[in-house]
């Protein structure tokens, strides 16, 4: 059984859309930071390797890497948890007897109830704010995320258009304080970093 450490407030979710890959995207989290690699469509063996340079990341700045799938395949390459979508709530027992952490996403009550059901050690509200990731869909706001929050029995982890002073704005308005999420947010910043080395390597 594995030693298990509290669960990171800040995390990165990988997108295949981004232009950075997870490793690259991990190297700008803050020690103890999370990961929850999708990464779905790819091959095992291409899957495997992402994530074994991931961890090389993760190993340096101590954080908590967590793959979206089955608990036998997280625990067998590796990772600490285990992001369960919905339709495989039930594998959440299966996933602790492992020694994984278990996160599920929630986006209305029935997921929410469902998550607290299969007794997740976390789950990530989204969408908080308007997000590509779900185009056209209406952002909760902060009354029915912290409804859903309530009706998840568990940790919640705003995800969904957060950036780093969204979420100091969030936590100083006391509407949240278990940690926030993103995609977009690091592969921005990732941009802005390269942006920056470009214009340092334009001679002068």
Known sequence: MRVRHPLPKIWL???????????????????????????????????????????RTARARGLAVLLAGAPDLARRWGAAGVHLRQHDA?????????????????????????ARRAGADAVFISPFHPTRSHPGAPALGRAAWLRLARLSGTRAIALG????????????????????????????RAAKRRGRQKRNLVPT
């Open 90 to 114: 039930r594998l959440a027992p299966r996933a602790r007897r492992l020694g994984l952490f278990v996160t599920m996403p929630v986006h209305d009550a029935r997921e929410a109830r469902r």
């Open 161 to 188: 258009g957060m950036t780093a002073a969204r979420a100091r704005v969030l936590t100083r308005a006391g509407g949240i304080g278990s940690g926030w999420a993103a995609i977009d947010a690091w592969e921005e």
């Open 13 to 55: 979710f990988s997108d295949e859309r981004a232009a950075a890959g997870p490793a690259a995207l991990a190297a700008l989290l803050p020690p103890g930071s999370g990961v929850i690699l999708r990464h779905d469509r790819l091959a095992p063996g291409l899957r495997w390797r992402l994530l074994r340079r991931l961890m």
